[in-house]
């Protein structure tokens, strides 16, 4: 197959990180060929928390809006409660609005989105939609990747479809085929982390819970009983519901999970024996804290949980991936259109994978500490005293419980996790989510541009940013000196935006660069007469060239 016939980009996997990184690619006017061996979007809702750092992305893929009309009420994100049945009082809650007033500041203005729950398959078919639009990607569904054979200049990729297999041949893949997938242990990549922590059955269900749940909307409801322990999630906020409970596959099978069966334990978790449930569908899962020992092997990339898999304690596993798209589909749009070396490809692993295992830190730490709040291996134990015919014991149990839960708050508000993460190193006094940090993203404050009110992350898209003071003219001026083949915007505060320069710490005279994926890669404060030579070096390094003086002799050069 010649180059002329070759796609620039195949990703193996349709989910959400699938999809998102055609996307990025699509943006940068990169074709790619999505490859998913299910027949379409899965309607079995697994992932739910869209936390506000994948809305600021979904807000730049244009999908924000249709996602938060999919998403919950914002009341039902407010509540995390426990109670031995739905029907029953609460053991305890946590009330996110119950927060100090610093507290509930520091979320409301640090982004212009805000955390949600919205059902993995609708997040899916959103992000379908948009390509759809997009017109950039063919997505196959029906179609496995069977092998992928990097032989240096390309990739040789068969798939399988209808029984029938097919040749292809791509620049790069990228392996997004799940915690299931088989590409990356076919590419001898393997995982390293804890042993499985434990599996899960996910019933799938559609019932009306409005009678429990309009007086008092949660999140997540945790049933604390002896006969169907689990947590209810509301998958919409109307009908749309899964019950997850533990599974242990030493005793039971999926099979012994039969309809009938399903609806008897949602009926004894809600606390209704007659209530109406209509079953759509049970899955597993286990509960796994992994990350691959390397996220790339020549031409072939992994994304998603491909390359991580968390506990869902903390809700990062889809949107650690949703980031992975961001980062990786502008970086291989930067290669194959020739303004990065490949070596910049190298960058997206020492971007990622220090945020997954990070993740996953925070994932098990937050399950671990979940046991003395009844979820885990002792939750038999604790239901069993709260029924306890001896009211003392029940009651020492419920006092008790009442007392550990709200010492969980943080797993569910972690703004930090949400948005802090930075690429490289940082001061440890730096607040990379209200002030500019280099590897962190763009902080978030409404200005005005064009006559409208946007977030300064509205200004940024597939291209680099630089953001002038209001007397750093200069750097505007000589940014289109500076770039080359690289695309690049300019904005100078006072001429084109309204914007308080000290938020961004570049001072009146000096300015900031943004990488396509909204993460600071230089700034100064003061005013360079050497303005498009500092702008060529800044743009270089963060393209990953080794040399950020194109006109500076490399070592090579001056030691032969």
Same mark, same amino acid.
């Given at each position: 197959?010649?180059?002329?016939?070759?796609?620039?980009?195949?990703?193996?996997?349709?989910?959400?990180?699938?999809? *998102?990184?055609?996307?990025?690619?699509?943006?940068?006017?990169?074709?790619?060929?999505?490859?998913?061996?299910?027949?379409?979007?899965?309607?079995?809702?697994?992932?739910?928390?869209?936390?506000?750092?994948?809305?600021?992305?979904?807000?730049?893929?244009?999908?924000?809006?249709?996602?938060?009309?999919?998403?919950?009420?914002?009341?039902?994100?407010?509540?995390?409660?426990?109670?031995?049945?739905?029907?029953?009082?609460?053991?305890?809650?946590?009330?996110?609005?119950?927060?100090?007033?610093?507290?509930?500041?520091?979320?409301?203005?640090?982004?212009?989105?805000?955390?949600?729950?919205?059902?993995?398959?609708?997040?899916?078919?959103?992000?379908?939609?948009?390509?759809?639009?997009?017109?950039?990607?063919?997505?196959?569904?029906?179609?496995?990747?069977?092998?992928?054979?990097?032989?240096?200049?390309?990739?040789?990729?068969?798939?399988?479809?209808?029984?029938?297999?097919?040749?292809?041949?791509?620049?790069?893949?990228?392996?997004?085929?799940?915690?299931?997938?088989?590409?990356?242990?076919?590419?001898?990549?393997?995982?390293?982390?804890?042993?499985?922590?434990?599996?899960?059955?996910?019933?799938?269900?559609?019932?009306?819970?409005?009678?429990?749940?309009?007086?008092?909307?949660?999140?997540?409801?945790?049933?604390?009983?002896?006969?169907?322990?689990?947590?209810?999630?509301?998958?919409?906020?109307?009908?749309?519901?899964?019950?997850?409970?533990?599974?242990?596959?030493?005793?039971?099978?999926?099979?012994?999970?039969?309809?009938?069966?399903?609806?008897?334990?949602?009926?004894?978790?809600?606390?209704?024996?007659?209530?109406?449930?209509?079953?759509?569908?049970?899955?597993?899962?286990?509960?796994?804290?992994?990350?691959?020992?390397?996220?790339?092997?020549?031409?072939?990339?992994?994304?998603?949980?491909?390359?991580?898999?968390?506990?869902?304690?903390?809700?990062?596993?889809?949107?650690?991936?949703?980031?992975?798209?961001?980062?990786?589909?502008?970086?291989?749009?930067?290669?194959?259109?020739?303004?990065?070396?490949?070596?910049?490809?190298?960058?997206?692993?020492?971007?990622?994978?220090?945020?997954?295992?990070?993740?996953?830190?925070?994932?098990?730490?937050?399950?671990?500490?979940?046991?003395? *709040?009844?979820?885990?291996?002792?939750?038999?134990?604790?239901?069993?005293?709260?029924?306890?015919?001896?009211?003392?014991?029940?009651?020492?149990?419920?006092?008790?419980?009442?007392?550990?839960?709200?010492?969980?708050?943080?797993?569910?508000?972690?703004?930090?996790?949400?948005?802090?993460?930075?690429?490289?190193?940082?001061?440890?006094?730096?607040?990379?989510?209200?002030?500019?940090?280099?590897?962190?993203?763009?902080?978030? *404050?409404?200005?005005?541009?064009?006559?409208?009110?946007?977030?300064?992350?509205?200004?940024?898209?597939?291209?680099?940013?630089?953001?002038?003071?209001?007397?750093?003219?200069?750097? *505007?001026?000589?940014?289109?000196?500076?770039?080359?083949?690289?695309?690049?915007?300019?904005?100078?505060?006072?001429?084109?935006?309204?914007?308080?320069?000290?938020?961004?710490?570049?001072?009146?005279?000096?300015?900031?660069?943004?990488?396509?994926?909204?993460?600071?890669?230089?700034?100064?404060?003061?005013?360079?007469?050497?303005?498009?030579?500092?702008?060529?070096?800044?743009?270089?390094?963060?393209?990953?060239?080794?040399?950020?003086?194109?006109?500076?002799?490399?070592?090579?050069?001056?030691?032969?």
């Amino acid at each position: 197959m010649s180059a002329a016939e070759r796609t620039p980009v195949l990703i193996a996997g349709a989910g959400p990180v699938g999809l *998102a990184t055609a996307y990025v690619l699509g943006q940068h006017g990169i074709s790619s060929i999505v490859c998913e061996r299910f027949g379409g979007v899965n309607p079995h809702p697994r992932a739910h928390v869209v936390n506000t750092r994948s809305m600021e992305l979904l807000r730049a893929w244009g999908i924000a809006d249709s996602v938060t009309s999919d998403a919950v009420a914002p009341e039902w994100m407010l509540n995390i409660v426990w109670k031995q049945t739905l029907a029953d009082r609460a053991l305890g809650r946590i009330n996110l609005a119950d927060l100090d007033r610093e507290r509930i500041l520091r979320r409301a203005n640090a982004s212009p989105e805000m955390i949600t729950s919205c059902a993995q398959d609708r997040v899916q078919q959103r992000l379908l939609d948009a390509l759809g639009a997009q017109g950039m990607a063919t997505v196959r569904f029906d179609t496995r990747v069977v092998r992928v054979t990097d032989i240096g200049e390309r990739v040789d990729v068969v798939v399988e479809s209808g029984g029938a297999r097919e040749a292809l041949s791509a620049h790069y893949v990228v392996a997004a085929d799940g915690a299931a997938g088989t590409l990356r242990a076919d590419l001898g990549i393997d995982m390293a982390g804890l042993p499985e922590l434990g599996q899960q059955v996910n019933i799938y269900f559609h019932a009306d819970l409005s009678p429990w749940t309009e007086p008092d909307p949660a999140l997540l409801i945790w049933m604390i009983n002896a006969e169907s322990p689990g947590v209810l999630i509301g998958m919409d906020g109307k009908h749309r519901w899964t019950l997850n409970r533990p599974f242990d596959p030493a005793r039971e099978s999926l099979s012994d999970y039969t309809p009938q069966r399903c609806i008897d334990l949602v009926r004894i978790a809600v606390g209704s024996p007659d209530l109406a449930v209509d079953i759509r569908s049970v899955g597993t899962w286990s509960m796994a804290a992994r990350t691959a020992g390397s996220y790339r092997k020549g031409r072939v990339l992994l994304a998603g949980d491909s390359a991580h898999q968390f506990p869902p304690t903390g809700g990062l596993g889809m949107n650690t991936g949703l980031a992975d798209a961001d980062n990786l589909g502008w970086k291989l749009a930067a290669v194959l259109d020739g303004w990065a070396p490949e070596s910049l490809l190298d960058s997206y692993e020492a971007d990622r994978r220090t945020v997954a295992l990070r993740n996953s830190e925070r994932s098990v730490g937050n399950a671990l500490k979940m046991v003395d *709040a009844g979820i885990g291996p002792l939750t038999v134990d604790i239901a069993q005293r709260l029924d306890s015919a001896d009211p003392a014991i029940a009651g020492l149990e419920r006092d008790r419980l009442a007392a550990a839960i709200p010492r969980h708050r943080e797993h569910f508000d972690d703004l930090d996790q949400e948005l802090g993460y930075v690429y490289g190193p940082v001061e440890a006094s730096a607040d990379p989510i209200t002030t500019a940090v280099v590897g962190g993203r763009l902080p978030h *404050a409404w200005t005005r541009h064009e006559g409208v009110t946007v977030s300064t992350l509205d200004l940024l898209g597939p291209w680099f940013t630089v953001i002038a003071g209001p007397n750093g003219s200069s750097w *505007a001026t000589a940014l289109s000196e500076a770039i080359g083949e690289i695309p690049c915007r300019a904005f100078v505060i006072g001429h084109d935006v309204d914007l308080d320069a000290g938020r961004l710490g570049i001072g009146a005279a000096g300015a900031i660069l943004i990488r396509p994926d909204g993460h600071i890669a230089w700034f100064t404060d003061r005013h360079s007469d050497t303005a498009a030579a500092d702008l060529a070096a800044a743009l270089r390094t963060a393209c990953g060239f080794t040399n950020p003086f194109p006109d500076a002799p490399t070592l090579e050069e001056v030691i032969p």
